[in-house]
């Protein structure tokens, strides 16, 4: 059974810092392309940070560069995401994604992160 569960949410202040985790299970998770994903109130649900299976290649949302590093570990089957500088509008609900030849689509339940004073 294929599971992503994240963990790592909850409120912060502006200008702090969260450490969000994803940990896959139920697939091989080293040949999977990981990615998380956000999604506020009234909004679409946007990239925010993907890296390849080896960990060789990241990229990152426009309003994450600079701020927000995605990393994994493969013998951990696990990804994370380091938040920095956290403004209100990082306010959303957060996804873990797994994806592999656009055919293998795994989404993790949503761990929710709040940004205010």
């Known amino acids: 059974q294929v599971q992503l569960v994240e963990s790592g949410g909850g409120l912060v202040q502006p200008g702090g810092s969260l450490r969000l985790s994803c940990a896959a299970s139920?697939?091989?998770?080293?040949?999977?392309?990981m990615s998380w994903y956000r999604q506020a109130p009234g909004k679409e649900r946007e990239l925010v940070a993907a890296?390849?299976?080896?960990?060789?290649?990241?990229n990152y949302a426009d309003s994450a560069k600079g701020r927000f590093t995605i990393s994994r570990d493969n013998a951990k089957n696990t990804v994370s995401l380091q938040m920095d500088s956290l403004k209100p509008e990082d306010t959303a609900v957060y996804y873990c994604?797994?994806?592999?030849?656009?055919?293998?689509?795994?989404w993790g339940q949503g761990t929710q992160v709040t940004v205010s004073s």
């Open positions: 139920g697939f091989t998770f080293s040949i999977y392309a």
């Open positions: 890296i390849s299976s080896s960990g060789g290649s990241t």
């Open positions: 994604r797994a994806l592999r030849a656009m055919r293998y689509d795994y």
